[in-house]
């Protein structure tokens, strides 16, 4: 079934350790995005890529990194977790970045940082 | 700033209608999403609007009045399965999208 993959589906982590969320898709996508949400916010944008090779900040980037070797995978790393990045993680994409191009999202990672 | 308000939540009755307002500030506009956000799950595409006017998608509808900010989301003969949170979000001038916080729709027998 074609989409977004994410994993892990959930994770305790103790504060101070790293942690790489993966995001796969086989949609051949360009465009791919990593968002948190959190309780009576928006969605926040953290990193995206708007093509294989290239990436952005978006929003909310510190004591996040993300890479994209490939058109598929689009990763995201907590180099030393904070309680503050306790949240739910959606990796998105989109054919494009143009106008009318909805985001197709994973189904989630929900992280608590202890 | 940049800024979409929308309610924080909506009640509605089976087989009703409820429309879910948006309004948005932004630096330029390239679109209007809405999407529906079950609990726990991810969000899907329901809308895209970026003339102004009605685009009707069976029983869901969305408006757009780019001259007023505004937006809304028509929902009729509600079922259970439509309580969720709906989503607004705009793509600004730099196709960046601001989404607002959601409005969770309640639906009672």
């Known amino acids: 079934i074609a989409g977004i993959t994410q994993a892990p589906t959930s994770q305790i982590l103790a504060a101070g350790r790293r942690m790489t969320l993966r995001c796969t898709q086989d949609?051949?996508?360009?465009?791919m995005y990593w968002y948190r949400q959190d309780l009576g916010l928006g969605l926040r944008l953290i990193h995206y890529s708007n093509t294989a090779g290239t990436t952005g900040k978006g929003e909310v980037p510190d004591g996040y990194s993300v890479s994209r070797a490939n058109t598929d995978d689009f990763p995201l790393t907590l180099a030393s977790a904070v309680p503050s990045q306790t949240s739910v993680y959606f990796c998105?994409?989109?054919?494009?970045?143009?106008?009318?191009?909805?985001?197709?999202f994973g189904n989630g990672t929900r992280l608590t940082v202890t | 700033g940049q800024n979409i308000d929308q309610p924080t939540e909506m009640t509605a009755t089976e087989g009703a209608i409820v429309q879910i307002n948006c309004t948005y500030q932004t630096s330029g506009f390239n679109g209007l999403f809405w999407y529906q956000q079950h609990a726990g799950e991810a969000p899907t595409f329901l809308s895209y609007n970026v003339l102004d006017g009605l685009e009707e998608k069976g029983r869901f509808s969305s408006f757009l009045s780019r001259s007023k900010g505004y937006s809304y989301l028509l929902l009729k003969e509600l079922q259970m399965k439509d309580s969720a949170s709906y989503l607004c979000a705009v793509k600004d001038s730099n196709y960046q999208l601001i989404w607002g916080a959601g409005t969770k729709l309640i639906i009672k027998p």
């Open positions: 949609m051949r996508h360009n465009a």
């Open positions: 998105a994409s989109s054919d494009s970045t143009g106008g009318n191009s909805p985001l197709h």
